[in-house]
């Protein structure tokens, strides 16, 4: 009778935790895949995939202390989506091209205000990097080499540089 409890009570807890995988696996998460911080500041803004239960790309949400900025995957095309204004003027936007897939990412571009301009039209700089999935991780990586943080050099009249690391 000792041996029936054992195997039934093994059973029960193999059981139990297969089901606590599942429910593990099959949720909805932000997973995140960047810290960017200002040099002028030291503020910090935080990069994340939202993922459906499958763990596909539902949406991108950039944290900056209280205000969130949710952005879908369809918002990126084309012109892209503000991230970032000050003073009425568009400081940093993330597009992406017609690769991107939520299902295995793609090819993102950061569009940065390199220089404003009182008289005439702005300035803009972009950064290339890749939103890549391995299994159900999501990161970022640029020429091949996966990074989980920017500095973004700020000055008076825009950004200067944005660093990966």
Partial sequence: ??????????SKLVLFAM????????????????????????????????TNSVGD??????KTG?????????EIQGKGKVLLKERGQN?????????????????LNLV???????IGSNKYGQYSFDLERDGDKWFLSKDGRKFSSMKVNVYTWGISSIEFR
Avoid at 1 to 10: D, E, G, L
């Fill in 66 to 74: 209280a205000e969130s900025i949710r952005v879908s995957p369809s």
């Fill in 91 to 107: 400081v940093l936007t993330l597009k992406s091209g017609n690769d991107f897939s939520i299902y295995a990412g793609g090819g």
């Fill in 19 to 50: 089901v606590f995988m599942f429910v593990q696996t099959s949720m909805a998460a932000e997973v995140l895949v960047a810290t960017m911080l200002r040099s002028d500041s030291s503020e910090k803004s935080y990069m994340y995939v939202k």
């Fill in 1 to 10: 009778m000792n041996q029936n409890f054992i195997k039934s009570t093994i």
């Fill in 57 to 62: 790309a539902e949406q991108f949400v950039v």
């Fill in 112 to 118: 940065y205000l390199k220089e404003y301009n009182i």
